[in-house]
């Protein structure tokens, strides 16, 4: 009889402590559901509109939003503070850009979209420094944008040479895009530049693309990094590579090795970066079309959708 009491009692126990221990699993399940659950105000307050945004105006941003194949997320630059000389452009640029575009200033900042409203936490200018911006920081902004400045929308690139996804994406999709988006005037496409962490030549492929930018040959350089992004992604210094591809493509050897060896293009990547992180890119490729946001080397498919649903929103 004891015995058996004995049984059952250890029986309960045993059931009393499953019990417990399933309580307190579903507790922290629970919670852990709770913390990773996205807060949607907080996602909507964030959105951007890309409906007309300069590319300069998107890099200085007013507006803020959140958010295949994809390179993840960190990145030679977490957030640093805006570098005077972005400071800088944030009046400079804008200015003209937008007078350019019709666009709004800032509207650019995410890669999402869509609600202007978001824009205002941002918006506020810092002082203006008496000196103004770099003529070569000028050109090179100016070059890596792509198409009919009377476009009213916006397909922002945000992107990392190393990143085998994007190089990926520019050889299976980017020509479409632009066939049938940029070269008829229904878009302008603007690249950002977003270097990843583990990429160690990211960084200076940016530089170099930037650099021949101001001499008007940014695209041919995206094109020449992009083409030989295995030869170059896994060099212990790829200074020298770079160089050699920015002479073949025609840029001044001088004007290019004085833009590298001041990094002058060093602020507006960190500028770039920035914005695209608090506009919620945490991977590259990733693409803000309008109200939509693309990650991953998708296919013409699905710009072909996302800038329909964009166009569909325009005035």
Excluded at 172 to 184: D, G, K, L, R, Y
Aim: glycine residues 6%.
């Amino acid at each position: 009889m004891r015995r058996t009491m004995g049984r059952t009692m250890r029986r309960e126990m045993r059931r009393a402590m499953k019990r417990a221990m399933r309580r307190a699993m579903s507790r922290a399940a629970l919670r852990r559901r709770i913390e990773c659950r996205p807060d949607r105000g907080a996602i909507e307050r964030r959105r951007l509109d890309f409906a007309a945004a300069p590319l300069t105006a998107w890099r200085h941003g007013a507006i803020r939003r959140p958010s295949p194949g994809r390179c993840a997320t960190d990145v030679h630059f977490t957030r640093p503070p805006m570098p005077p000389l972005s400071r800088v452009l944030t009046v400079a640029l804008v200015l003209s850009s937008l007078a350019a575009c019709g666009g709004n200033a800032g509207e650019a900042a995410d890669s999402t979209s869509a609600t202007p409203s978001a824009a205002a936490p941002a918006a506020s200018a810092p002082a203006t420094p008496s000196a103004g911006p770099d003529p070569r920081v000028t050109a090179a902004d100016a070059a890596r944008i792509k198409g009919d400045v009377n476009a009213k929308l916006w397909i922002v690139v945000v992107s990392d040479f190393q990143c085998p996804f994007c190089a990926q994406w520019e050889r299976e999709t980017a020509a479409q895009v632009i066939e049938e988006f940029v070269n008829p005037g229904i878009a302008r496409l603007a690249f950002v530049n977003y270097p990843l962490q583990q990429h160690a030549n990211a960084l200076p492929a940016a530089e170099a693309a930037m650099c021949a930018g101001a001499q008007g040959k940014f695209w041919a350089m995206h094109d020449r990094i992009f083409a030989t992004q295995n030869q170059w992604s896994l060099l212990p210094s790829s200074a020298a590579f770079f160089e050699s591809a920015a002479l073949e493509i025609g840029v001044s050897a001088p004007e290019y090795t004085a833009c590298i060896s001041e990094h002058v293009m060093r602020p507006m990547i960190e500028a770039d970066v920035e914005r695209a992180t608090a506009g919620g890119a945490r991977s590259t490729p990733t693409f803000f079309i309008g109200n939509q946001v693309i990650s991953g080397a998708e296919k013409i498919e699905a710009f072909r959708a996302a800038i329909a649903q964009a166009r569909s929103a325009l005035p």
